[in-house]
């Protein structure tokens, strides 16, 4: 498929350097890239999130509560990755404050920050609390789920009505590229949060075949604004 990268290569074609504290935000697909750049990147790293994750979402990765800084250190070695959370709260695990990524970003290669929520939903506009960034996160990435699209914003979208009103229509309106885009690139939109001097990026998650071309549409008009990735659609879900 042009223009759509597998996931596998989602690292390379956001261009992450050496050091990195990068926060996810908005809809569909944080998680998935929290994962997956925990995969890609090499060097020591910590996987966490400043709100909630489901307790059995690991990727894979060895779990710490509240570790002390030289814990941490110590579960990371030389070159290792792992999930950090403040507490279990059952089916949800509780996240870290984020005066903590920014400690642990002087002490590791990469901090990876699950930093919003989206109830599963693949698109979103935040709350005034919301998203909980980092203040030394080097890049945050806006996700996007293909499926939103095209698609009417009350029965897609996390937070309908904020989403229509930083769209410029109802939430009874399709969620056109262009919609999207005035969301993703409004600074109370996807870019709420963002800190000065930090790098900011769309990723359009699950590409197939019949979206290609309006998640093509949303590259088109965030092109001058922001880099954006389009990753392929691939099987199981995406959050």
């Known amino acids: 498929m042009a223009g759509a990268v597998p996931l596998s290569e989602l690292a390379s074609a956001l261009e992450l350097g050496p050091h990195e504290l990068v926060a996810t935000v908005g809809g569909g697909g944080k998680t998935t890239t929290l994962f997956a750049l925990g995969r890609q990147l090499g060097g020591r790293r910590v996987l966490t999130t400043t709100t909630k994750m489901g307790r059995d979402r690991t990727g894979g990765f060895p779990v710490l509560f509240g570790p002390s800084d030289t814990a941490l250190l110590d579960a990371v070695g030389a070159g290792d990755a792992v999930l950090v959370w403040k507490a279990d709260g059952g089916h949800k695990a509780i996240g870290l404050d984020p005066d903590a990524c920014d400690r642990w970003f002087d002490l ?38 293909a499926s939103a699209l ?7 979208c996390h937070r309908p009505m904020r989403v229509a009103a930083l769209a410029g229509c109802t939430p009874y309106e399709r969620l056109t590229p262009e919609r999207a885009a005035r969301v993703l690139l409004h600074d109370r939109g996807s870019r709420k949060g963002c800190p000065a001097g930090a790098r900011f990026a769309v990723v ?30 691939r099987r199981g879900p995406v959050r």
Request: net charge negative; with cysteine.
């Open 204 to 233: 359009v998650h699950r590409v197939d075949d019949a979206g290609e071309a309006m998640a093509a549409e949303v590259e088109a008009v965030i092109a001058d604004e922001a880099p954006v990735v389009l990753v392929a659609e």
């Open 150 to 156: 095209g698609r009417v914003i009350a029965d897609q």
């Open 108 to 145: 590791v290669d990469h901090v990876l920050v699950e930093a919003d929520g989206a109830a599963g939903r693949p698109f979103k506009a935040p709350r005034p609390l919301e998203p909980v960034v980092p203040s030394h996160a080097t890049l945050v990435v806006a996700c996007i789920g």
